[in-house]
Each structure stands twice: as C-alpha cells, then as structure tokens.
C-alpha cells in the first residue's frame, strides 16, 4: 500500500497524515508525549483533515494530557539499586558479576537478580534483560490463547513479540498474526490480556468501530479499567521516533 505523508499544523498541534488507498479517516494519538497522527483516504485534501482535527481537539488534547501525567523512568543503566518492572510489579536490581552464562531470575519476591560475566556492558546487560522478558512473555500467551480463542470464535496462526515504537500490539488480519510489544513484559497480567484480546477482536471488527466497542463489551466488560491501568502503568525511558 503505497502511503503519502505530510503536515499541518492545527490549533497549535502538529499532525502528521498519511494518506493510503483506505476508506475511512482515522486519527491515533501516539505516546509518550501525544503525537497525532492522521490516516486518510487519498482523495481528502488537507482542508478537510483539518476540519476532522478540529472536530476532535477536545478528545486530542485530553489523550495528550494523559501521556504528559504518565510516569516515565529515567535512562536505565542497568546497575545494582535500580527500579525495573516486571508483570506490574516494581523491583530492585541486583548485578552479580560470575563466570559462565548470563542469566534473569527473581529473588525474595523483591529483587530482579541479574547473572553476568565480569566486565559485561551495560548495553549487553540490558540485552540480557530484554531476552528474559521476551522469553517470559512468550511464555504467557499460550494460555491466554487456549481461554481466548474459543470465546471469541476465532483462531491466530501466529503470535509473536517485538518492540514496537507507537503501538501496545498489532494485528495482521489477512495473515490472522497478532504481534505483542515487549513492553508489556513490564506491564500487569490484566493489561496483557486486554492487548491480547483488543488484537483478537480486530479479526471480527477491523476497525474501532460501535461495533468494536460492542464487541469488547460482551467478552471483556472490564476493558476501559484495564485501558486505563495501562495508560497509567509507568512508561519506559525511550528514545520515541515516528
């Protein structure tokens, strides 16, 4: 899908749009710091995106305000006495330097205890981190699976992991895959699940329509909590690019 991209300025807010061969406009507030960001049908002129930022600056400035209340953790050096998060819980970081293999293992319920060679640096260390993360989220989703796709009718040909800049999760319809953001390692069970599920339904509702909406509410009723406990969940320090 071939994609056109330019900018505008509305109200003091810069937004991006892009337009695609798509039917329907939509508009995304992106964190952490409230990017927006417009996909548009081809044959709409920026005059008529502008009307639709318009249209929705109360619901953008309140997005934009929720990203700027947001924690967010400073630069991680992955040293002893830092705070790391994992499944919503906030923990202490022990670095133990030993011959052998690196290795993640959680200790006392408190202590997120961090196995490396002598010397190892700190980017290599937090590759080590990433790894375990990724491993233990992984390791989450079958089961989430196993519950979720009967409810919901339906069936995923694949589910992986990645980092994602913009986004908590994506779904690929047509090859009916759902990819998950690493992040979420960090994040409580419940707002997995909701990420998991959101994804899930988009394979019977495309677009974040009443329908969707609709949808979420009769398998998930408690979706906005679960929203809302992930928008308030504290954000990684990141170097954010779109």
Not at 75 to 95: I, P, Q
Not at 171 to 176: F, K, S, T, Y
Request: contains cysteine.
């Amino acid at each position: 899908m071939t994609t056109e991209r330019s900018h505008i300025e509305v109200s003091g807010i810069e937004v991006e749009i892009r337009r695609k061969a798509i039917k329907n406009l939509h508009v995304g507030v992106y964190p952490p710091y409230g990017k927006v960001r417009v996909a548009a049908p081809s044959h709409l002129d920026d005059e008529a995106v502008r009307l639709a930022i318009v249209s929705r600056l109360s619901w953008i400035r309140r997005q934009q305000e929720s990203f700027a209340r947001q924690v967010r953790q400073s630069v991680r050096e992955v040293v002893t006495g830092e705070s790391h998060y994992f499944a919503g819980k906030r923990y202490r970081l022990n670095v133990l330097e030993h011959p052998g293999s690196s290795r993640v293992q959680i200790t006392n319920n408190r202590t997120l205890e961090l196995r490396v060679a002598p010397g190892t640096a700190r980017d290599a260390r937090q590759r080590v981190l990433d790894r375990w993360c990724r491993d233990q989220l992984k390791s989450r989703i079958p089961s989430l699976l196993n519950h979720w796709e009967p409810l919901l009718g339906v069936k995923l040909v694949d589910c992986r992991v990645k980092r994602m800049k913009t986004r908590w999760g994506s779904c690929n319809i047509e090859a009916r895959r759902v990819w998950l953001n690493l992040e979420l390692a960090k994040k409580a069970p419940a707002c997995l699940e909701y990420i998991l599920v959101h994804e899930m339904v988009h394979l019977l509702e495309r677009h974040h329509s009443d329908r969707f909406r609709k949808l979420m509410d009769h398998f998930m009723p408690d979706w906005r909590l679960r929203r809302d406990a992930l928008n308030e969940a504290p954000l990684a320090h990141e170097d954010w690019r779109y």
